[in-house]
């Protein structure tokens, strides 16, 4: 017992660092990348008899966070959205304008020394919950939609329309900003 406990303590100082970082691209929130390394040092701990050294320690460590991620969004997705659909239809159920939606986005300004992905990131935390989900899983983890809609319990069809709509707004805000025009 007291070998595992010093295997693990050697493992959180040498990958702690390498797992917060990979949490951190796949959930771009410190505080729930911290928290999901943490789980993942307490599940390599309750399950350490499963590690039977075929693979590197990170590697295994790694496929832990993965699960805990997948965990996090399925979660998330789950959970009550934060958006009001209604807000982006009018009394016809058409979409509203999308300058009346869209109103105070000066915020946004990209500042003289942030890269295109830093502002992009802006961007795509401007997004619906659910649809960051979907985009993360999509282009970040480079998931198969079918597997995506397996995970998060959602019709093809409801995919395919959050994507789209998902990209449309991404594309609103870095038009709007005239972030496009300028060369990276």
Same mark, same amino acid.
């Given at each position: ?24 691209? !796949? /959930?771009? *929130?410190? @505080?729930?990348? %911290? ?5 993942? $040092?307490?599940?390599?701990? #309750? ?53 009346? !939606? /869209?109103? *105070?986005? @000066?915020?946004? %300004? ?5 890269? $295109?992905?830093?502002?992009? #990131? ?63």
């Amino acid at each position: 017992m007291d070998n595992d406990k010093a295997k693990i303590a050697h493992w959180v100082d040498a990958y702690a660092q390498q797992l917060y970082n990979r949490a951190f691209y !796949l /959930l771009s *929130d410190r @505080s729930d990348a %911290e928290d999901i390394v943490q789980d993942v $040092f307490v599940a390599a701990f #309750e399950k350490r008899e499963n590690f039977k050294g075929d693979s590197s320690p990170l590697t295994w460590l790694m496929s832990i966070l993965h699960h805990k991620v997948a965990d996090s969004y399925r979660r998330r997705y789950k959970s009550i959205p934060k958006v009001d659909i209604h807000s982006f239809f009018d009394e016809n159920n058409f979409w509203k304008d999308p300058d009346s !939606l /869209l109103t *105070d986005w @000066s915020y946004f %300004e990209k500042s003289e020394d942030e890269t $295109f992905e830093e502002y992009l #990131e802006r961007c795509l935390e401007k997004l619906p919950p659910r649809w960051l989900i979907l985009v993360k899983l999509t282009y970040l983890q480079e998931k198969k939609y079918s597997e995506i809609c397996q995970e998060t319990n959602i019709s093809k069809t409801n995919y395919w329309k959050i994507l789209q709509r998902s990209r449309l707004q991404l594309r609103e805000c870095i038009e709007k900003n005239s972030i496009s025009n300028e060369k990276y």
